[in-house]
């Protein structure tokens, strides 16, 4: 069907461009309850989404460009879709742009060759092993489970002869820990995403999950903070790179859309930063090249090639991320997609950073800071006050504060992790963060 698609778009001379993708998704997925396996199903989802360019014309009759798009199952009607695509391009005048010429690709590592294979005989061992590991604490009993072991395949064409293939791997999961004393009972919930198996970690992750559960017994109400906070791990990975529902503000406001569209007031050469910093430089790649990264891949939906862009170097912007469209508004070499967040190891030891008196906070309940201003007042599902010595559990309250500023004064830890969208220190140290207590 392909083929016949190209040949349709081919046939259209009102098109300026095109650029079609053959997505098929393939796997499988596991679901338990207490004590069994309550369902299992393999997937395999098959389209075809076109885009389309047609010249237009403004009001005053300057040339533009505009765009429309359609999503056909196998089977679908072809012409109907091109044609719905096309009108929809020629109601749109937007400032004309290209699509990507063909490039190299790299050779990235994107595929567990193991799910690859058998995504079903995979998926089952994973559940079996969360299972088994959240059975080893018998005052926590895993209530509800999933697992989705899926493979993805891309062939994407265009009409200026770019011709490319990839294939990639997820493993996703999803775990309720519940415990209870008496008439009071707790839970944790814990979701994680992963190119490969092997980066789940799963009987540490569980394990570690299993003791903030039974620390929620004892969890007093928040403080009111004004001072040292510290990330690790996850927590941190969602802190700077956002979570699997969208990016965060590092991907905002070095967006060349954002910058276009004005939102961004980031210039290249100049400080990303509006107040003086106090902690550690900061540099960041937009990295799609991360082995088994959750936003890495050869190309992106435009069929650009997978890049490392180094976006900021010592505090300085040094580029945007741009989409072919962007790059040609604003004459910025083209990168594609944002990818993931790639930062270079801190100056000091994570020990260096526990240093008492401080504030860890575990995990929120959806850190969503404002993408454009940064601005957070975000709720803390579990934290701990850390001084004399003492590891004082807690939950509520919110930290509050700006993300960038936040940047601007904090220490990163020597020691790195890789986190799905996030490579870099595995612990941080934001010296003046606030908590919304109690009191507050």
């Known amino acids: 069907m392909l083929k016949e698609i190209i040949d349709a778009l081919n046939g ?23 004590g069994q396996i309550e369902s299992q199903r393999a997937i395999e989802v098959e389209r075809y989404k076109i885009d389309v360019l047609r010249q237009t014309s403004a009001q005053d009759g300057t040339q533009t460009m505009g765009s429309g798009d359609a999503t056909l199952l196998p089977g679908g009607d072809i012409q109907t879709a091109i044609e719905k695509a096309a009108l929809v391009a020629g109601l749109v005048a937007n400032p004309v742009h290209t699509i990507p010429a063909p490039s190299m690709l790299p050779n990235v590592p994107l595929v567990d060759t193991d799910l690859q294979t058998d995504s079903s005989d995979v998926t089952r061992d994973v559940m079996g092993r969360m299972r088994e590991a959240a059975s080893k604490n018998r005052s926590v009993h895993l209530t509800a489970a ?3 072991g899926e493979i993805h395949t891309t062939h994407l064409v265009n009409s200026r002869g770019i011709d490319a293939e990839q294939e990639t791997t997820q493993i996703n999961i999803e775990l309720v820990l519940h415990s209870q004393r008496g008439e009071n009972e707790v839970e944790t919930f814990r979701e994680m995403s992963r190119r490969q198996v092997a980066d789940l970690l799963l009987e540490d992750e569980i394990e570690q999950s299993a003791r903030y559960t039974l620390d929620l017994f004892e969890a007093g109400s928040p403080p009111s903070w004004q001072g040292p906070v510290l990330l690790r791990n996850e927590v941190l990975a969602v802190f700077v790179a956002g979570d699997n529902l969208g990016g965060g503000v590092l991907q905002t406001l070095g967006s060349a859309s954002s910058k276009y569209a004005k939102v961004s007031p980031w210039e290249i050469g100049k400080p990303v930063f509006r107040n003086e910093v106090k902690g550690d430089p900061l540099t960041v790649w937009a990295n799609r090249r991360i082995p088994f990264g959750t936003g890495s891949n050869r190309f992106d939906d435009e069929g650009i090639p997978a890049q490392r862009v180094e976006l900021i170097r010592e505090n300085e912007l040094v580029a945007f991320a741009a989409s072919q469209r962007y790059a040609d508004y604003l004459n910025l070499p083209v990168t ?11 100056r000091v030891s ?15 309940s959806w850190f969503n800071p404002d993408p454009i201003t940064g601005d957070f007042a975000t709720e803390i599902r579990l934290g701990y006050l850390v ?13 509050v504060g700006n993300y960038m500023d936040a940047l601007a004064d904090v220490r990163w830890s020597a020691e790195t992790g890789f ?9 941080a140290r934001f010296n003046d963060l606030k908590i919304a207590g109690q009191d507050e």
């Not at 259209?12 to 796997?27: E, Y």
């Not at 994570?350 to 929120?364: D, G, K, M, R, S």
């Not at 986190?419 to 612990?427: A, D, M």
């Open 350 to 364: 994570a020990l260096t950073l526990l240093a008492e008196p401080h504030v860890e906070i575990i995990q929120f």
């Open 12 to 34: 259209r001379s009102d098109l300026a461009g095109w650029t079609v993708r053959h997505l098929i998704t393939r796997g499988a997925q596991v679901y338990a309850v207490p």
């Open 146 to 148: 999933e697992c989705f």
């Open 336 to 346: 594609g997609a944002f990818g993931g967040v790639e930062l270079p190891p801190g």
């Open 419 to 427: 986190f799905g969208n996030y490579l870099g220190p595995h612990t």
């Open 387 to 399: 001084e004399n010595g003492i590891r004082k559990p807690f939950r509520g309250g919110q930290l």
